[in-house]
């Protein structure tokens, strides 16, 4: 069965600190997709990345960089020089499906509040 | 670009009473979802549609029902609303190729007492 497991209830930084929020996972599949959305304050559901267990490539965006380990069954979200814009909760998620519907397993959230 | 819209926004339900809420996509996608996120369990799947005319059970359907008679529009239904329900529900939708993000619309937080 897919878990998706986010330790860290709430996290709580300093503006300018970077931040690791972490994502485990559990499947039984080789071929699967790992996403992060982010929820800010005004409850919306912002995507912000998709990664397929094929690339363990590292992407960065601007301050965002996720790092993708196979061997760890990781996915990890870092911020670099957080602002307090970035506050908000993460769910990190996964799905098993190649094509059709994508029944996304969340994980629990980390709430990150990015104090001034 | 309206995307997902929900509707509504807010609604307090009696136990027992019923409701249905509405999800309208703009996108032409194929496939709906509906999610209920509770605190500290992340956003869990209720039902979901592979198309106009069909629905499946996700992962917590009971207490609920759904259909989708028109590709568009994915309605999510409370015949008899219990405390337990309460929570934001999340419509979604996503295209028929590939793999892609869902997109969600703003959510309905819904109270029963």
């Known amino acids: 069965a897919q878990k998706v497991t986010q330790a860290q209830t709430e996290i709580s930084v300093v503006e300018k600190e970077d931040v690791t929020l972490d994502c485990v996972y559990e499947t039984r599949d080789t071929t699967y997709y790992l996403f992060w959305y982010k929820q800010p304050p005004s409850g919306e559901l912002v995507f912000l990345i998709r990664?397929?267990?094929?690339?363990?490539q590292n992407e960065i965006s601007g301050r965002y960089s996720w790092n993708f380990q196979k061997s760890t069954s990781s996915f990890n979200f870092t911020i670099t020089a957080s602002q307090v814009v970035d506050s908000a909760v993460y769910f990190c998620?996964?799905?098993?499906?190649?094509?059709?519907?994508?029944?996304?397993?969340f994980g629990q959230g980390t709430r990150l509040t990015i104090n001034p | 670009n309206a995307g997902v819209t929900q509707t509504p926004k807010f609604r307090v339900l009696k136990t027992g009473q019923s409701m249905t809420l509405l999800c309208a996509q703009d996108m032409n996608h194929e496939y709906m979802y509906w999610y209920r996120q509770d605190p500290g369990m992340g956003l869990r799947l209720i039902h979901y549609s592979v198309g106009e005319g069909t629905t499946a059970k996700g992962e917590v359907p009971d207490g609920y029902n759904v259909s989708r008679l028109k590709k568009q529009n994915f309605l999510l239904g409370l015949e008899s609303a219990a405390p337990s329900q309460t929570s934001v529900y999340f419509c979604a939708s996503t295209r028929y190729r590939g793999v892609s993000p869902l997109h969600f619309g703003n959510g309905t937080r819904l109270t029963v007492t």
């Open positions: 998620a996964l799905s098993e499906a190649e094509e059709g519907a994508q029944k996304l397993v």
């Open positions: 990664r397929n267990s094929f690339d363990e």
